[in-house]
């Protein structure tokens, strides 16, 4: 049973830091590559950042470029998210992703809140 759990989430002012965590099970990890995903208040879910089966490759959405960071480790089976210099505009609900078998699966979502 593939499971995706993610944690880390809460608030932060704006030029804040936050280090998400999603930690993968019941498939093989260092085989897969893993995503995150993000959906904001009344906006369509987007592409945030992915990062390869090995990490070596790793890409962003244009928005989050230069202030997140995307990593995995394979032997904790985890991917994580470092958001730096957080903005108003990175408040939603943050999801963890992998498609081992052809098929999607998601984690349960966990809220990032940027405000002063």
């Known amino acids: 049973q593939v499971q995706l759990v993610e944690s880390g989430g809460g608030s932060a002012q704006p030029g804040g830091s936050l280090r998400l965590s999603c930690a993968a099970s019941?498939?093989?990890?260092?085989?897969?590559?893993m995503s995150w995903y993000r959906q904001g208040p009344g906006k369509k879910r987007e592409l945030v950042a992915s990062i390869s089966s090995t990490g070596g490759s790793t890409n962003y959405a244009d928005p989050v470029k230069g202030r997140f960071t995307i990593s995995r480790d394979n032997g904790k089976k985890t991917v994580y998210l470092q958001m730096n210099s957080l903005k108003p505009e990175d408040t939603a609900v943050y999801y963890c992703?992998?498609?081992?078998?052809?098929?999607?699966?998601w984690g349960q979502g966990t809220q990032i809140t940027v405000s002063s």
């Open positions: 019941g498939f093989s990890f260092s085989s897969n590559a």
């Open positions: 992703q992998a498609a081992p078998y052809g098929l999607d699966y």
